[in-house]
């Protein structure tokens, strides 16, 4: 790994004041992260949220039910595929001019998209041309949450004090809970519908919305300035990927396996159990819907925590315990879905998703920017965050589906989460820890 990329933070806060970054400057920056990034996360998450409830009738209607719901999930995996090719794009331009265009850009990009996918007429109406324009539109989300979800953590640690980058950064990754709280929302209101109202229009609703959240996401984002350690870089990288890929690999690849085994959790606990708890268990739609609402309201109290606890005990050891409890739970997870106990099903997606994950979920946002420079901390991260979310929450409800397909066993899929936490208990031996270090200008 990369060496020399740290120093003693305390005079973190006179470089602030030296940039001219007020208290309040540094609290518009973390709120209009937040607003902007819970949008993003909303319109990201409503499809992975409703899609499984009817896209399989509405765009997939020649398929059997299986088949349908693997046409779904590998549509609802192509929004991860584009993330790589959109954190490379925007993480070039946010390492050459800047963190704040980024973060408009990704806005309207995602807005534009969502809103279109509810506009879209379905395979009834337009046949195959239908089911490619939801592709297309899938593709172009990713590609906007690819410069996001870096973007929007990284003005947040750039402008926070040292001693407080674990908790600013968390208040930014739980803008994803809040973003899936509001999408949840949206899907258990449209799942109480009468069926045919459902079909008709009510799974349209919740993309509409998205002009008015991402209208007030703009409007924030436009006041803020430009974070306070990007200001103060001395130079930048000609060709950040380049210059990330000789000099940075180590952590690149440390990022990319934790990314991969963090974002499979949840997709395996969250996306992937809405459908398949309703469609092979049995479970009743609103019992999973509320689960899953209840377990991310618990994670975004719960990230803050974390975060805040990462800068006194450390990163590496929360993502660590986070990784191991993981797994650990995930030989029983199931099990207890298939009870079909309401209260069985709930806390077991809670304990997953709203209290494990966030031991993750709430420490990668300063930890890994903390393992780069600044000249290539955009593209760095982005290149391992965004490969290891395709290859982990990306593609974990396609192969867990495939998986329970060719066995008829959840033990299989088991096995498959275990192996991406190993890999990643091993990539992190090689990280060292950041939280009582100072960011490089």
């Not at 046409?71 to 070039?92: C, D, I, N």
């Not at 324009?133 to 402008?159: D, H, K, N, P, Y």
């Not at 998205?210 to 000609?238: D, K, N, P, Q």
């Not at 946002?365 to 593209?379: A, K, N, Q, V």
């Amino acid at each position: 790994m990369t060496t020399g990329a740290f120093e003693d933070y305390d005079d973190d806060r006179a470089a602030a004041l030296r940039a001219g970054q007020t208290a309040g400057s540094r609290r518009r920056i973390l709120i209009a992260g937040t607003i902007g990034t819970a949008i993003e996360w909303y319109d990201f998450f409503i499809y992975g949220l409703i899609a499984p409830l009817v896209f399989d009738q509405l765009f997939f209607p020649k398929f059997d039910q299986l088949t349908a719901s693997i046409a779904v999930f590998a549509t609802f995996a192509v929004g991860f595929l584009a993330r790589p090719l959109g954190g490379l794009v925007f993480g070039h331009f946010g390492d050459r001019l800047g963190r704040k265009s980024v973060l408009l850009c990704t806005l309207l990009l995602m807005g534009i998209a969502t809103m279109s996918i509810g506009l879209l007429p379905t395979y009834a109406v337009a046949g195959v041309a239908a089911t490619i324009a939801l592709v297309l539109l899938r593709f172009l989300q990713g590609f906007a949450l690819g410069g996001e979800s870096t973007a929007a953590i990284l003005m947040a640690i750039e402008t926070a004090p040292g001693h407080r980058r674990g908790l600013s950064a968390a208040v930014i990754q739980a803008a994803g809970p809040v973003g899936v709280v509001l999408a949840s929302f949206a899907a258990l209101a449209i799942s109480r519908l009468p069926q045919a109202d459902l079909l008709s229009w009510g799974w349209r609703v919740p993309f509409l919305i998205s002009a008015v959240l991402v209208a007030l996401g703009v409007y924030m984002r436009w006041r803020i300035e430009e974070s306070t350690t990007f200001r103060e870089a001395e130079e930048t990288a000609s060709v950040p990927a380049v210059e990330a890929l000789r000099g940075h690999w180590r952590p690149i690849l440390i990022v990319f396996f934790a990314e991969m085994a963090q974002t499979s959790y949840f997709y395996l606990t969250a996306i992937f159990t809405i459908s398949f708890a309703t469609r092979q268990l049995g479970v009743q739609k609103d019992v999973i819907t509320q689960a899953v609402l209840l377990a991310n309201l618990v994670g975004l109290v719960a990230m803050p925590l974390i975060g805040a606890w990462s800068d006194r005990i450390g990163r590496k050891r929360l993502f660590l315990a986070g990784l191991v409890l993981a797994a650990a739970s995930m030989f029983a997870f199931y099990g207890v879905v298939a009870s079909r106990e309401t209260l069985l099903v709930t806390s077991a997606v809670i304990l997953a998703a709203g209290i494990i994950h966030p031991l993750m979920f709430g420490t990668e946002g300063s930890y890994f920017p903390e393992l780069f420079p600044t000249r290539i901390r955009f593209t760095g991260v982005s290149i391992g965050k965004q490969l290891g979310t395709v290859l982990g929450g990306g593609i974990a409800p396609l192969v867990a589906t495939s998986l329970f397909a060719q066995t008829g066993s959840t033990y299989a899929i088991t096995g498959y989460y275990v192996a991406l936490a190993f890999a990643a208990v091993i990539a992190l031996g090689f990280a060292q820890e950041t939280s009582k270090s100072r960011l490089l200008g």
